[in-house]
């Protein structure tokens, strides 16, 4: 039996943990039942009868708790929002008024800020067009796959061109099957040659694509028969403009 006082007991706390929601819905129930006996007993009933008719008059009590654990929910939510919107106000007019007092400091956050958001927009840019953005030209690009073969102790990244070529012939189900390799080119001569970049591509690579050539066209299954097809190549727009002058 408690050595508080009746009542008292509901308005101090532990201070270690804070009530639940559904303590405190009990409580609360616990209390007004119990109110509710007392005041029967002294309008005359005894106790059995009045614990009885209190029963009565609650009703429902499944409901009651239902209803009075989401009213506590939402008033939990709404204090815990304010409380954190007080905190962070303090918070800020505290960095303000710190900053202010020191303007070299401010400063310096401010530049590094600047230099730390600029950098990830950069950043966030190039993978945005290398990554996440679909290759320009290429048409139903969601319906693009890049294919690799799984050998016994791992995937290959490389296909041989005896496997394209079976799973060209063989697999119905795909639409189209190409292939490319990466390579290095050699543009000018003698003194003026460098390397550049580019890749060794299968003649149907670029209505595998759906792509369309800005002028010209692309490559004709005439010259896709290795090694004999003839040695044509089709130049991006940004090279053509840069080496060719367009």
């Known amino acids: 039996m408690s050595w508080l006082p009746e009542g008292i007991g509901r308005v101090f706390r532990l201070a270690g943990r804070p009530p639940s929601v559904e303590d ?26 009045a614990r009885a008719e209190a029963v009565r008059r609650f009703g429902d009590v499944a409901r009651t708790r239902g209803e009075l654990r989401l009213i506590e929910t939402k008033q939990r939510q709404r204090v815990r929002r304010i409380e954190w919107r007080g905190e962070l106000l303090q918070d800020l007019r505290y960095a303000l008024r710190g ?25 966030f840019g190039i993978v945005d067009r290398l990554l996440l953005r679909p290759p320009a030209g290429v048409g ?47 543009l000018g001569k003698g003194a003026d040659a460098r390397k550049i970049p580019g890749a060794l591509v299968t003649g149907d690579f670029f209505r595998t694509l759906q792509a369309r050539p800005v002028l010209g066209r692309f490559f004709t299954p005439e010259e896709d028969i290795p090694p004999t097809g003839t040695q044509v190549a089709v130049l991006g727009y940004g090279f053509w403009q840069r080496e060719f002058g367009g």
Request: hydrophobic share 45%; no cysteine; net charge negative.
């Open 99 to 123: 900053l202010r007092l020191r303007p070299a400091f401010a400063s310096v956050i401010v530049v590094t800020l600047g230099l730390g958001i600029g950098a990830n927009a950069t950043i």
């Open 140 to 186: 139903n690009p969601d319906a693009v796959r890049r294919l690799g073969i799984k050998k016994h102790y791992g995937m290959q990244g490389t296909v041989p061109y005896l496997d394209y070529v079976a799973l060209r012939d063989n697999a119905k189900q795909l639409e189209s099957v190409s292939a490319y390799s990466g390579a290095e080119f050699t």
């Open 24 to 49: 405190d819905i009990e409580s609360e129930l616990r209390f007004h039942f119990d109110r509710q006996v007392e005041d029967l007993i002294a309008e005359g009933m005894n106790a059995g009868a």
